[in-house]
């Protein structure tokens, strides 16, 4: 009797899960299938190389393509390192009763559950009102210069936002390489540094891209902390300077289905730029799996 009520429960189980991934699948599938039934068409190498026309009723992304990619690419440079030092020290050099260590983790905790929205107020309060104002009156600007929305202080802010994901990451990764490593490092008279530069961050090294990669594709798509810190409504020509403004894809999609004049003309537009988006953020998620089957690849192969 116990076994078979085991055995019911069990399937239960399985039957709940196995419901709950196909909706969730099912969900995904059916947003895939609308946005690219409607933007699909519309996609073109024009639309892709040329700036907004007519209003952003015509044209094409590219300002809006460059600038996502451009902060991207400065975030990535901002929370790199600081993400994956921090990480180090408190897997590799802090002690296990360390209170700077702990204070570190709940930091990390607390950010990970803050709102998109209030690290864009964090933005505009701390790194335009305070930092650009000191560099402002330190420089001697008489003029609004760095005390302004700009594409560095947008990607400062999304680094803030997407750090706990390469500090949690990044120490996963150093969990995950055997402690004997480290152990026979040491016994051969290695040092601490020289086991951790030639040993453990060699051995971390798939983890620490994959989580390199993620963040990267949650800081592409997010609207909310930029909204404050730089994102433009409509600016056909490209940043040339930290302190320019910028278009953004996920601010641009925003614009087309709320701001346009003529909703159902843009429509199109509108599609086209959620796939092109969606496209990015999969390929960067492709990416990571990639990296990261190659470097165990050539990890499982040098051992």
Do not use: C
Not at 10 to 32: D, E, H, K, P, R
Not at 107 to 114: I, M, Q, R, T
Not at 214 to 226: C, D, H, N, Q, T
């Amino acid at each position: 009797m116990k076994h078979t009520t085991r055995k019911v429960v069990g399937l239960s189980l399985v039957s709940l899960t196995g419901l709950a991934a196909f909706v969730m699948v099912a969900m995904l599938a059916l947003i895939l299938l609308d946005v690219v039934r409607g933007g699909w068409s519309h996609l073109s190498w024009q639309f892709l190389s040329q700036a907004p026309t007519d209003g952003m009723m015509g044209g094409g992304i590219f300002p809006a393509l460059f600038g996502t990619a451009a902060l991207t690419l400065l975030m990535t440079l901002a929370v790199m390192p600081v993400g994956v030092l921090t990480a180090v020290y408190l897997h590799e050099y802090a002690p296990p009763s360390s209170i700077l260590a702990r204070v570190v983790r709940v930091a990390v905790a607390n950010l990970a559950g803050v709102p998109s929205i209030v690290f864009g107020l964090f933005g505009l309060g701390f790194f335009i009102l305070f930092v650009g104002k000191g560099l402002d009156h330190a420089l001697g600007y008489e003029e609004l210069h760095w005390a302004q929305p700009g594409i560095l202080w947008a990607s400062l802010t999304l680094a803030v936002l997407t750090l706990p994901v390469v500090i949690v990451s990044t120490e996963e990764a150093l969990r995950a390489v055997p402690q004997e490593q480290r152990t026979a490092s040491l016994a051969l008279g290695a040092t601490q540094s020289q086991t951790l530069a030639r040993v453990v961050l060699p051995g971390a090294l798939p983890g620490i891209l994959t989580g390199a990669v993620l963040a990267i594709s949650r800081g592409a798509g997010e609207v909310a902390p930029i909204l404050f810190t730089g994102a433009a409504y409509f600016l056909p020509d490209l940043p040339t300077s930290l302190n320019s403004q910028f278009m953004h894809l996920g601010y641009h999609t925003y614009v087309l289905a709320t701001q346009s004049p003529d909703v159902e003309a843009t429509r199109p537009l509108l599609y086209a730029t959620v796939l092109v988006l969606l496209l990015l953020t999969f390929a960067l998620n492709l990416v990571a799996v990639l990296i990261r089957t190659r470097t165990r690849r050539k990890a499982a192969a040098g051992h």
